[in-house]
């Protein structure tokens, strides 16, 4: 079965500071998507990036930013120089690609950015 | 482009009222999903629809719970009777299926509230 852990439940930084928000998965597919979604205080879910398996290539957008490491099962996302607009809640997501079309999202608990003046 | 569309955003009812979720996708998304969020449980998958057939409902709680999707355009997840343990955010998501496991789209959710 899939699963999801996003041990950092609450995070506190100061404006500029960077931050890594850590995210390990567990999977008995070969073939698998990641995802990142953000939350903010609104309450809407963003989406903010797809990773596939097969592509460990890290991605930066921005000052975003995301390391993808098969090896310890992580996708790890770090803000840099953060900004009081950053202050959400982050999701890590796991959709297994087997099977054909099983879109099946499982979230882990998100952790809950707060960027301070 | 209108994006995901829920309603209503609000909803207080009494226990054992009946209570209608109602959703539509973005036009051209053949997937659509219900979620639901809670401080215990964070974000479940409840169901999900692909080309308004229900693929996966293995996360509907019990058969107080049921969802349909009549059409390409709309969607409703139904609660009968409401409990107070149902209390929560539920979300419709949508997205265009295919073999890159696209991302889902969200709508606001709706925050139902169970006395």
């Known amino acids: 079965a899939q699963k999801v852990t996003q041990a950092q439940t609450e995070i506190s930084v100061v404006e500029k500071e960077d931050v890594t928000l850590d995210c390990v998965y567990e999977?008995?597919?070969?073939?698998?998507?990641l995802f990142w979604y953000k939350q903010p205080p609104s309450g809407e879910l963003v989406f903010l990036i797809r990773?596939?398996?097969?592509?460990?290539q890290n991605e930066i957008s921005g000052r975003y930013s995301w390391n993808f490491q098969k090896s310890t099962s992580s996708f790890n996302f770090t803000i840099t120089a953060s900004q009081v607009v950053d202050s959400a809640v982050y999701f890590c997501?796991?959709?297994?690609?087997?099977?054909?079309?099983?879109?099946?999202?499982?979230f882990g608990k998100g952790t809950l950015l707060t960027v301070n003046p | 482009d209108a994006g995901v569309i829920q309603s209503p955003r609000h909803e207080v009812t009494e226990m054992g009222q009946e209570v209608t979720l109602r959703c539509k996708p973005i036009?051209?998304?053949?997937?659509l999903f219900w979620y639901r969020q809670t401080m215990m449980r964070g974000l479940e998958l409840l169901i999900y629809?692909?080309?308004?057939?229900?693929?996966?409902d293995s996360g509907m709680p019990e058969d107080r719970f049921s969802a349909k999707m009549p059409n390409a355009s709309f969607s409703t997840l139904k609660i009968q009777p409401s409990e107070p343990r149902d209390s929560a955010v539920y979300f419709c998501?949508?997205?265009?299926?295919?073999?890159?496991?696209?991302?889902?789209?969200f709508g606001p959710g709706t925050r139902l509230t169970v006395l």
């Open positions: 998501a949508s997205s265009l299926g295919g073999v890159a496991h696209n991302e889902q789209f």
């Open positions: 999977t008995r597919d070969t073939t698998y998507y």
């Open positions: 990773r596939n398996s097969f592509d460990e």
């Open positions: 997501a796991l959709s297994e690609g087997s099977g054909g079309s099983n879109y099946k999202l499982t």
């Open positions: 036009s051209g998304h053949d997937y």
């Open positions: 629809f692909n080309n308004n057939v229900p693929i996966d």
